[in-house]
């Protein structure tokens, strides 16, 4: 304890931040390790020390998603997102959860989000556009999409997925009466 008169030390943020820091890299590599118990323990001793690093507050959401505690991982993908409004990362993560539970709404939606924080999160741009087109939500954003993720696609079968994706959305705005863009 104290003596009268003196009080505790409170270590300063930078050390905080450093110790946290620190506590990521030991669960990055439990998880690279195979060790997912052991590292969502060290995001959330990290998360401890120092609440307001998005990153850890993400990786340990999809750690928790990975294991089946979505309403956890949901939990830490919006305090990512609160933390880091312009990563895309969370939000997109949170549509995936929604699309592994079956909400596809609501996984186009944080979709939606995630494509608003960066329009060209590649992961976000592949995985609306296969979501707008199994649920038959095709619009013209649908097909802006998938021309900006053709351009970015460097993965030949995202590539091959992108174009059969491109050619139903077209197929779909044509019998609906809207453009895809394609046309002069």
């Not at 104290?2 to 590599?29: K, M, N, Y």
């Not at 939606?109 to 924080?117: F, V």
């Not at 994706?165 to 019998?175: F, P």
Request: glycine share 4%; aromatic share 6%.
């Amino acid at each position: 304890g104290c003596r009268a008169g003196e009080t505790a030390r409170v270590p300063d943020v930078d050390e905080r931040i450093r110790a946290s820091q620190q506590l990521t890299l030991e669960a990055q590599e439990a998880d690279r390790d195979g060790r997912p118990t052991r590292a969502i323990g060290l995001y959330q001793e990290a998360l401890k020390t120092y609440r307001e690093f998005p990153a850890a507050w993400n990786n340990l959401g999809v750690l928790l998603m990975e294991s089946g505690r979505n309403m956890e991982a949901f939990e830490a993908f919006q305090t990512a997102a609160a933390l880091s409004p312009n990563d895309a990362r969370s939000m997109a993560n949170v549509a995936m959860l929604w699309q592994r539970l079956g909400y596809h709404t609501d996984a186009i939606k944080a979709y939606d989000q995630a494509l608003r924080r960066d329009p060209n999160y590649l992961p976000a741009l592949r995985e609306s556009v296969v979501l707008e087109t199994q649920n038959s939500q095709v619009t013209p954003t649908t097909a802006e999409r998938v021309r900006k993720a053709l351009l970015l696609e460097q993965d030949p079968k995202w590539r091959d997925e992108l174009l059969r994706q491109k050619q139903l959305v077209d197929e779909r705005l044509a019998m609906s009466g809207k453009d895809s863009g394609d046309n002069p």
